[in-house]
C-alpha cells in the first residue's frame, strides 16, 4: 500500500510542476477538454481549404519591351561575338532600353560611387556597367558574367597618346 501512495503522490506532484511551468497565458486561456479541442481543431481545418502557394510574376517578354521610338542607338561588340545595343532618350536619363540575345528590357538607374553608369532589371536580374573603356553585363541571379570587353565604335578606336614636346637637345640645354 505505501508503494501505491508513494506513486500516486508523485503524480500529482508531477501535474502540479507541468502546470507550474506551463505559460501563464495558455494555462489561463485553455479551458477547453483535449476532446473538445480536438473536435474544434477537425472542425476548423476542414473550413479552411489550403491555399496554393503564390507563384513569383512571370515575366512576359512582349508586354515588358520598353518603347524605343526616338532613342539613340548605340551598338557594342563583346568579347566572344556577343552583340548588345543600348537605347537611350537624352529627356529621361533614369531608363535604358537594351537589347540582348533577341530580347529588349527596361533597365533602371542605379547610383554609384564611382561614376559608373549602373543600369539595372531586378526581375530578369540583368545589370549593365558602363565606364569610360567599356560595358559589361552581369546576371544577378546567376551571378555571372553575360558579357564583358563590350566596346561601342568610339571605345574601339585606338587611344591617341598626348602630344609631347620634342626632347631638348644638349646643346640647347647647356645654352650653346
Known amino acids: ?3 501505491s501512495k508513494l506513486a500516486i503522490a508523485c503524480s500529482v506532484a508531477l501535474g502540479a510542476m507541468t502546470l507550474a511551468l506551463a ?4 494555462a489561463a486561456t485553455d479551458t477547453t477538454t483535449p476532446a473538445k479541442k480536438t473536435a474544434k481543431a477537425k472542425h ?3 473550413k479552411a481549404a489550403p491555399k496554393p502557394a503564390a507563384k513569383p510574376a512571370e515575366p512576359n517578354p512582349e508586354a515588358d519591351e520598353p518603347d524605343t521610338t526616338g532613342d539613340t542607338t548605340t551598338e557594342f561588340n563583346c568579347e566572344l561575338g556577343d552583340k548588345i545595343t543600348i537605347y ?3 529627356n529621361d536619363d533614369k531608363y535604358i532600353a537594351l537589347r540582348w540575345k533577341k530580347r529588349l528590357h527596361r533597365l ?3 547610383g554609384t560611387t564611382t561614376g559608373a553608369n549602373r543600369f539595372e532589371n531586378r526581375l530578369y536580374g540583368l545589370i549593365w556597367i558602363g565606364i569610360p573603356a567599356k560595358g559589361m553585363l552581369l546576371d544577378s541571379k ?9 566596346k561601342d565604335a568610339e571605345q574601339l578606336k585606338p587611344a591617341v597618346a598626348a602630344e609631347t614636346p620634342p626632347s631638348l637637345g644638349m646643346h640647347q ?3 650653346s
Not at 505559460?23 to 495558455?26: D, L, Q, R, T, V
Not at 546567376?142 to 563590350?150: D, G, K, P, T
Open 1 to 3: 500500500m505505501s508503494i
Open 23 to 26: 505559460p501563464a497565458s495558455y
Open 44 to 46: 476548423s481545418k476542414a
Open 88 to 90: 537611350t532618350n537624352a
Open 108 to 110: 533602371s538607374r542605379v
Open 142 to 150: 546567376q551571378n555571372r558574367q553575360l558579357a564583358n570587353e563590350c
Open 173 to 175: 640645354a647647356t645654352g
